[in-house]
């Protein structure tokens, strides 16, 4: 007799509640030894049912919720959360919306912002108490810096490139071209706002003018029609070019590591046919001292193996494709959830995790940690790193079956 899948059980527990009989007798041979046994194959017919107060539309995004995998068991914090629900503040050059530990519990190590600037669209010059890392989703965008050297760098950054300003670094963004653009941004601090921030108009319009007379040595008169409120986002007209704007700053020499990286275009960490992992950390991105980031693509049916990150909690924003993850902790606890674009998911440090491509498009996603270095732990890698004679009594498993498993920590399980 073929053994059962876990898919298969689950499909066949909700045939009826004869058939959850047998299915769980299934259940308890392979694959679910809670007691008591949990999930729609353990169930009767009743078991399964939620007549409501419900909202469809909603439960049908998670069905890994609302019917999870029999394997899960216990309870454990929140880890979706979405931009697609985030309030948006829309100004005439943009918009935003942010996802913080405020709105988020689990998140304490970062904040995330999703952002939006019309082309020539400008978000204001200022600086933050936190570090702030990007990625482009969209478009085109110059980014301006000025380091604590003097050094001013200004770069075009487009869709798969990052920019890293360390905290305190003052800086500028606008969208060029004919669309503008769109990022996520993420600080290094999960309390941290996007619509808390040092402004130049604020501090300017709270300086009195004899005082920003003397500090700019230019008449009091100077600073008679300054904005009284704060920009934010405010729409620009069209900069000139990269090398004009470039050439303007460029007497105070350049930074010693550029603020800008293409993670797209950076070799993969890790490849198969199955998907990869580009990966951008303090070793090849050298300035982004606080945060890593690896973009992960996982081609329809791959799974990113079972693994942990032993120095960092995991920030993640899902791009696009469909998928869903399920996080083990101590306990026995594991859960599992279903992630779409625009959404935001957390791991905790050392937490076991996996993740699979539920859809029909490749899944590409963004896993941010705030470490200078990036560190995995592979399941199978460990495993095929011990002796098998303790692994084979360990698991009932026979040595020579334990030489199939992947090695050298795949990354994304060929299908």
């Given amino acids: 007799m073929a053994p059962f899948s876990r898919r298969n059980m689950l499909a066949f527990g909700a045939a009826g509640a004869v058939a959850a009989t047998a299915a769980s007798a299934n259940a308890a041979s392979f694959g679910n030894p809670d007691e008591p046994p949990q999930g729609a194959i353990d169930a009767n017919a009743g078991s399964r049912l939620d007549p409501g107060p419900k909202n469809p ?85 110059r980014v301006t810096v000025l380091d604590t050297q003097g050094r001013a760098y200004v770069q075009d950054v487009r869709a798969g490139d990052l920019w890293f300003f360390p905290a305190g670094y003052p800086h500028s ?26 402004l130049v108009t604020d501090w300017l319009a709270h300086t009195p003018p004899e005082v920003l007379a003397l500090n700019f040595g230019v008449p009091p008169e100077t600073f ?28 105070g020499g350049l930074p010693a590591n550029p603020f800008t990286f293409s993670l797209t ?31 992960e693509t996982i081609k329809p049916g791959g799974l990113r193996e079972m693994h942990w990150h032993p120095n960092a909690d995991e920030w993640q924003y899902w791009i ?49 940690f705030k470490v200078a270095e990036y560190e995995e732990i592979s399941f199978s890698d460990w495993l095929t790193r011990t002796p098998p004679a303790m692994v084979a009594q360990t698991l009932n498993i026979d040595p020579s079956v334990l030489q199939r498993f992947p090695r050298d920590a795949p990354g994304v399980v060929p299908v």
């Fill in 173 to 198: 963004l606008q969208g060029i071209g004919t669309d503008g653009c769109e990022f996520v941004i993420v600080f290094d601090d999960g309390a941290a706002s996007e619509y808390n921030t040092l």
């Fill in 224 to 251: 008679r029609s300054i904005p009284l409120n704060d920009l934010w986002i405010f729409q620009g007209k069209a900069p000139g070019s990269l090398s004009i704007d470039q050439e303007a700053v460029a007497s």
């Fill in 57 to 141: 539309a909603l439960a049908s995004q998670f069905p890994d919720a609302t019917n999870p995998p029999a394997t899960d068991v216990g309870d454990m914090p929140q880890f979706w959360a979405s931009f697609n629900n985030a309030h948006k503040r829309i100004q005439d050059g943009g918009w935003a919306r942010q996802v913080t530990q405020t709105d988020f519990p689990i998140s304490k190590a970062v904040s995330g912002v999703n952002m939006r600037l019309n082309a020539g669209g400008i978000r204001e010059l200022h600086w933050h108490q936190a570090a702030e890392w990007a990625f482009m989703t969209n478009g085109l965008c």
């Fill in 320 to 368: 696009k494709g469909e998928g869903r993850m399920t996080v083990f902790n101590a306990g026995p606890r594991a859960q599992t959830m279903d992630f779409r674009p625009g959404d935001i998911g957390v791991v905790k440090r050392n937490n076991g995790h996996y993740i699979q491509n539920t859809g029909t498009t490749d899944l590409q996603f963004l896993a941010v």
């Fill in 265 to 295: 275009g950076a070799t993969p960490h890790r490849s198969s046919r199955s998907g990869s992992l580009r990966l951008a950390d303090s070793t090849n991105f050298k300035v982004s001292k606080t945060i890593a980031a690896v973009l």
